[in-house]
């Protein structure tokens, strides 16, 4: 049997290939020159992008020589995993921190990113897209002619209303962009994001996202291997438990109550002013109004009924253009942009990061659980050892996967906008 494909410890990884191609078709295998991979992928952001950290004793940048048109091809797997697996080429845009290391070596870094972003950057459209808003995001997904001429899969959510606007020489991205700041899926909700993963481009609504089946929990405790007898003497390691195991963990912010006012996640309030019906209109919406109309990683939301906010805090201002195309009514966000700002806040409002023994499996967009213990119990009478404010169910809104010969390492951007506990019912 082949030994690289047998798992022995958490953070396994087979290095299989990492080859340069230049655009006149020469190549060369660079995997012994490979000191550290790192692969990063975002929730918010339209590629897959990477850094690839070299030590060359072959004088690589005058052999290709490297000017900006060589491209990257990966192979890489975890053992025992079907879906463990890159194969994939990007292209190489960027060198920098070029250092000698004596007389015959150097060390530098690679930057490297999905090809299509290079379809984007060469890419500019003039014209006119109306239609439902996910059958425009199709089209500059795949279309050859006025979009990113996609070929890798391809995920988009349906939504519920169209939209109509003039591209003026924007590029497929930020037509997307523009696509998504309007859309709203089917239970109204205006939470939709672009982003690729490993496996596809996705134009999908974050509350589609909440409701996945949770992919894996991780736990931060003291375990290190299972016990095999009562008197805890014998002790075997056990692969899946260690990948469950948080490494380390930190909370940039626990809460930030001034921002979250300001940011407009508890309420806002809207004036409209429209150009060709001259109607002026003003809106409020508040946050909590509309909780249980929409799905959520967690039970309960972020903030008790106690909590002081105020519409006025968040006020913007949307223009409106009601029959601005023939045929065609108020083409403009004004009917959902205070649910997008809230909900987005609202995402925003709770992080914490964590590192992992790293899979390739991983990806952005997952849904996993958490949970963390607490310090000590509140009394001697709580027996909930559980911290219900950090545990609960997150989004990996971004992933650093760090590869070396040795090991494979994920670090981990976890979201959520909601909690495991009703704070109404906190004494």
């Not at 491209?71 to 250092?99: A, H, Q, V």
């Not at 809460?255 to 508890?266: L, Q, T």
Request: charged share 25%.
């Amino acid at each position: 049997m082949d030994t690289s494909q047998q798992i022995v410890k958490a953070g396994d990884i087979n290095i299989e290939q990492i080859q340069i191609t230049t655009a006149q078709g020469f190549y060369q295998d660079i995997t012994n020159q490979v000191m550290g991979l790192q692969i990063f992928e975002d929730l918010f952001a339209p590629f897959i992008t990477g850094t690839i950290e070299i030590r060359d004793a072959l004088d690589l940048l005058n052999v290709f020589p490297f000017n900006g048109e060589e491209y990257l091809e990966l192979k890489l797997s975890t053992p025992s995993l079907e879906e463990g697996r890159i194969d994939e080429k990007f292209y190489i845009y960027k060198m920098s921190n070029r250092n000698m290391v004596g007389d015959r070596a150097t060390i530098y870094t690679l930057h490297f990113i999905s090809t299509y972003a290079i379809v984007d950057l060469n890419k500019k459209i003039s014209k006119t897209f109306g239609g439902k808003c996910s059958d425009i995001a199709r089209q500059l997904i795949t279309d050859k002619t006025h979009g990113l001429e996609v070929t890798k899969n391809v995920i988009i959510e349906e939504t519920s209303n169209a939209t109509k606007y003039i591209s003026n020489f924007w590029s497929p991205v930020k037509n997307i962009n523009n696509v998504v700041e309007v859309s709203v899926n089917q239970s109204g909700a205006g939470s939709y994001v672009f982003y690729e993963d490993r496996y596809s481009f996705n134009f999908v609504s974050l509350e589609s996202l909440y409701t996945k089946v949770v992919f894996q929990s991780f736990v931060y405790d003291n375990y290190v291997r299972d016990k095999t007898n009562s008197n805890d003497t014998q002790t075997v390691k056990n692969v899946t438990e260690d990948y469950k195991r948080i490494r380390s963990i930190s909370v940039p912010t626990v809460y930030d109550y001034i921002e979250r006012v300001r940011s407009g996640m508890f309420a806002s309030r809207m004036y409209t002013y429209d150009y060709t019906t001259k109607r002026f209109e003003n809106k409020n919406y508040n946050s909590l109004d509309h909780f249980k109309d929409q799905n959520h990683l967690n039970d309960y939301p972020l903030i008790s009924n106690k909590a002081l906010y105020s519409e006025q805090a968040f006020m913007i201002k949307v223009p409106k253009y009601y029959g601005n195309f023939m045929n065609f009514g108020d083409s403009t966000n004004a009917n959902s942009i205070q649910n997008r700002i809230s909900l987005l806040s609202q995402i925003d409002a709770n992080k914490i990061e964590i590192v992992v023994p790293g899979r390739l499996d991983y990806t952005v967009g997952l849904k996993i659980d958490i949970i963390l213990y607490k310090i000590e119990p509140n009394t001697k009478e709580d027996t909930e050892v559980v911290d219900e404010m950090l545990s609960g169910s997150y989004l990996i809104s971004s992933i650093n996967h760090y590869i070396n010969r040795n090991a494979h390492e994920c670090t981990f951007e976890l979201i959520k906008e909601s909690l495991i506990v009703d704070l109404n019912r906190i004494k």
